[in-house]
């Protein structure tokens, strides 16, 4: 089952629940090996990475200091470009 992305609604959710600037918590979910792309997006910020047991993905969480919603959901659209990966 696909989701189709709403980026209005989650824009909204973000500017109702944030109170800008904010620490915002990306988690991401990429094969094995793709998780310098996703540290490439926000450089400079405390990076988590977690292998899965049989090592086949990578559990990527970033921290990082994020001035709008517009940064975050920009963060995001760069993201989608990564292929296997998977946005929490």
């Known amino acids: 089952m696909n989701k189709i992305f709403d980026r209005e609604a989650f824009k909204q959710k ?3 629940q944030s109170s800008f ?3 915002y918590m990306f988690k991401f979910i990429v094969p094995n090996g793709k998780e ?3 540290a490439a997006l926000l450089p400079n910020n ?3 990475l977690k292998e899965s047991a ?3 993905y990578v559990s990527v969480t970033i921290k990082a200091m994020m001035p709008d ?9 760069e993201a989608s470009k990564i292929e296997g990966i ?3």
């Open 14 to 16: 973000l500017e109702e």
């Open 21 to 23: 600037p904010t620490l």
């Open 36 to 38: 310098d792309e996703v």
């Open 46 to 48: 405390d990076i988590k």
């Open 54 to 56: 049989k090592g086949t």
């Open 69 to 77: 919603s517009d940064s975050i959901l920009n963060i995001y659209d």
């Open 86 to 88: 998977i946005s929490l």
